[in-house]
């Protein structure tokens, strides 16, 4: 059915439609700068451009995790959750400093990507599943763990959360750091490889002789420990762990900056560029709204008329 | 016809021919006993549960508790019973809170104007959201859940732009047919319960009795052979859908007369207490098995819990996600095993 479409549909079509898919995102970024060096103001200014990336920069460190799980054909509901968790640890164990705090945290975030990873690997659940339920538990108990917003006064976090490198805040570095390690062991390395097998088929990859398993769970693990990394960055930019709305719908924000950004849902793909370009992008028409007083309710109608349009575009593209 | 009702029985009771041939009674014996505890359970569960609260708590068996719980989980209830339909397709619906939200706003906002429109604007809006996140999973082919998440943050939206970002609380007059239908009792139970009891009914005749309710079994047991066979698979898939959003859209109507006015953060997070309550109730999240009345048990027993835990007293309301989140887990792990040991057999 879907060979005799594309036979029938004219070449230019096919060839403009899969430029779309692989560069639709560049060019949507590149036409909100241009449309918004035009009609908003102060928008050149270095100053709003450091804003826009510190706030994208959370989003984007969880997507790259969410990249991996939706490269093995899963996905990742509970990223959310595991921010939340992961405010709520480090306001906990501050106390004994940054650094224990911060192994805590990753002890937690570990702990979660683990249960969802033998769900899913070990027991055959389906990864919506599998992660629905850490995403209502996982909240519940960072709330147990800290039932309100806590305000942080801690030297450290707040230098990590506001502090920069020749003007760089150290959010972004991070960020940058984290894409460029993803997207080096997506491309270059034997576990990236294992990785796209899998998301391509999973008996095929299982028959091949691949550790099917250990992957899977090193890769929820991972999408874990990422989302409780941009946790504690949000908390540290706030200087307050606020287990109540850190990180509300983070997972559809990370799901659609991976879809806009080229990879298909249906697995066996990984686009890292791309995914940055895609939370960017999400940022960037947020930016704009806000900037011009359309009210936030206005934003999440934009977004959610976004999200359809490129899990529209993307449709098919994994099955060829 | 005929070929398709076969079809969603053996889809049921898969499993069960290869074994009872294989002669001796023992494997259809453990076979029947999985059958029991996957349908059962939740509702042994909910005995046994309810039982150690009402001797543990004096408060716990009392009239007036036991008719706040059932009114509570009425509204829950309704929208849980458009997600079996979902989930037994082999679908999800994330967007029922947002709906549920919306359809309340929009019952009080158009109480204004009268009962019917009251009644019918959330119907209208909610339903028509419905039909477009079927029209995107069926027609389109788009993954339910990535759908269904973007319809939850539009309805949302829409809902916070109706209110003035959430700062306007429409006010249902009292004394209206609408307050009545929310706020009143008959025969000693709310309202909204006896409605709730009818949707659930007719839900249970529909989903067991009908063409489509067999369509629904079919389509989640194996799409490609359901379509094989005939089954209007686009069509039925777009009604489960138009189905939940007009029942959470009714749930939310029904709440706002409850409360005699349109709540704005109502909502957050009902998706996911919908889906652990169809699911506690033995529907199959695979698709292709589920029923009805397990989703009532589901809900009954979630809210059975949260009573408990409010009881307690020193616990946090927060709790009863943790423990919502681990039931969930240990009915879903304890699903697929069950689900595995019948595919061995």
Known sequence: MAEATLKTVPLDRTRVLRWLQTYGVYAGVALLLVVNIVITPHFLSAENFRTQAVQVAPVIIVALGMALVIGTEGVDLSVGAVMALAASVTALYLGYGLLPALLVVAVFAAGAGLANGALVAFVGVQPIVATLALMVGGRGLALVLLPQLEDLRNPALASLGSGDVLGVPYL????????????????????????????????????????????????????????????????????????????NLMELSAITAVVVGGTPL?????????????????????????????????????????IVCAVYAARGRGKR | MTVTKTDARTAAARGAEPAAAAGPTGPARSERLTALVQQHGALAVLVLVSLVASFSFDSFATGDNIGNMATSSAFLAIVALGMTFVIITGGIDLSVGSLFALGGVLAAWGSRH???????????????IGVVNGLLVARSRLAP??????????????????????????LIGKGSFLAELGQGTTFGLGNPVWITLALFVAGAVVLRRTRFGQHVYAVGGNEDAAALMGAPVARTKILVYTLSGLLAGLAGALNAAWLASGVTI????????????????GTLLTGGLGY????????????????????IGSLDSSYQQVVSGAFLAVVVVAQTWLGRRRQLM
């Open chain 2, 145 to 170: 859940f990535i759908v269904t998440l973007a319809a939850m943050l539009g309805a949302r939206g829409l809902m916070l732009a109706l209110t003035d970002e959430g700062a306007d609380t429409y």
């Open chain 2, 292 to 311: 009805v009345s397990g989703s009532l048990v589901g809900v009954l027993l979630l809210k059975v819990i949260q009573n408990v835990i409010n009881q």
């Open chain 1, 172 to 247: 972004i570095l991070i960020a940058a750091v984290l894409a460029l390690l993803v997207a080096f062991v997506v491309r270059r390395t034997t576990f990236g490889r294992q990785l796209l097998a899998i998301g391509d088929s999973r008996p095929a990859a299982q028959l091949a002789g691949l550790p099917v398993r250990r992957v899977l769970i090193v890769v929820y693990v991972v999408c874990a420990l990422l989302a409780a990394v941009a946790g504690v960055l949000a908390t540290a930019r706030l200087q307050a762990s606020d287990p109540t709305s850190l990180g």
């Open chain 2, 266 to 281: 109502l909502g957050n997070g009902m998706e996911l207490e919908a889906i652990s309550a169809v699911v506690i109730g």
């Open chain 2, 114 to 128: 009268g009962t019917l429109v009251a009644l019918l604007l959330p119907l209208l809006v909610c339903g028509a």
């Open chain 1, 266 to 306: 249906t697995g066996g793909r990984v686009n890292i560029a791309g995914t940055v370009a895609g939370a960017v992008l999400i940022q960037l028409l947020t930016a704009t709204l806000i900037k011009h007083d359309l009210p936030p309710s206005w934003t999440q109608i934009a977004q959610a008329i976004v």
